[in-house]
């Protein structure tokens, strides 16, 4: 029996894989952002709090920034008390931050300190080279 792929491809089963050049190039950038190495050697993220810590960059990015409610209310990721444990730990180590803005003090909004931007632009650089890798190849 063989895999097929929506794009078209098909795998027989049990044949090794033949990875398409877009597959190859995200493994690529896999590898090299795994290599970035913006995390002390001794502290690494949970996968949800990595996946956190893009929704609070997609939101800023996209400028609207997410609010702590909004953000444990995510319950496709977790669960609110999960949630509100992960972002607690994410401001321990000084990854987000929050603000109020326009003198509301009952909003608080996530945001991404200076750690966490060197993280993204450093993410940003493994992309822009697995590209430049690819356009070699």
């Known amino acids: 029996m063989a895999a097929q792929f929506r794009h078209g491809t098909t795998v027989p089963q049990g044949a090794r894989m033949n990875f398409t050049p ?3 190039l995200y493994g690529q950038f896999l590898q090299l952002a795994r290599s970035v190495g913006t995390l002390p050697a001794d502290l690494a993220l ?14 800023s990015r996209d ?4 609010t702590v409610k909004e953000a444990i209310e995510l319950n496709h990721l977790a ?10 730990h994410l401001r321990k180590l000084q990854w987000l931050q929050t603000e109020h803005h326009d003198g509301d003090h009952r909003t608080k909004y996530l ?3 200076p750690q966490a931007m060197e993280h993204f632009h450093a993410l940003g650089l493994a992309m822009q080279k697995a590209l430049r890798m690819q356009a070699t190849a």
């Open 46 to 59: 949970s996968p949800l709090e990595a996946v956190l810590l893009e929704e609070v960059f997609l939101h």
């Open 22 to 24: 877009v597959a190859n």
């Open 79 to 88: 669960s609110p008390s999960t949630l509100h444990k992960r972002i607690t």
């Open 63 to 66: 400028k609207r920034p997410l």
């Open 111 to 113: 945001v991404l300190t």
